[in-house]
């Protein structure tokens, strides 16, 4: 059974740090490109940041200089450090394992629960 739970949300104030965490078990992690996703009350959801297996991140625009993520794969875990907060990165934050064996024509992708992050005074 695969399992993807997200930990490290909490309130912020504008311009502080909070560390989200993702632990995976179940599927052979290092096979996986791992993602931070983000939904904010009335959005769809966006992509944050992901890693591939070879350690390649991308971010997307407004977090880019303020936000880094890492993964670890002796501990299956994948981290999201995020800096200089603003109100607006205030959302439920996903954690995405996404693996798409090559020529098998099928997508294996898990989503955890989500954890709120919430940046206000």
């Known amino acids: 059974q695969v399992q993807v739970v997200e930990s490290g949300g909490g309130l912020v104030q504008p311009g502080g740090s909070l560390r989200l965490s993702c632990a995976v078990s179940?599927?052979?992690?290092?096979?996986?490109?791992m993602a931070w996703y983000r939904q904010a009350p009335g959005k769809q959801r966006e992509l944050v940041a992901d890693i591939t297996t070879g350690g390649t991140t991308t971010y997307t625009d407004s977090v880019k200089g303020r936000f880094t993520i890492s993964r670890d794969n002796a501990k299956n875990t994948v981290a999201l450090q995020m800096n200089s907060l603003k109100p607006e990165d205030t959302a439920v934050y996903y954690c995405?394992?996404?693996?798409?064996?090559?020529?098998?024509?099928?997508?294996?992708?898990?989503w955890g629960q989500g954890t709120q992050v919430t940046v206000s005074t």
């Open positions: 179940g599927v052979i992690f290092r096979l996986y490109t």
């Open positions: 995405n394992a996404k693996w798409d064996p090559v020529g098998s024509g099928t997508r294996y992708n898990y």
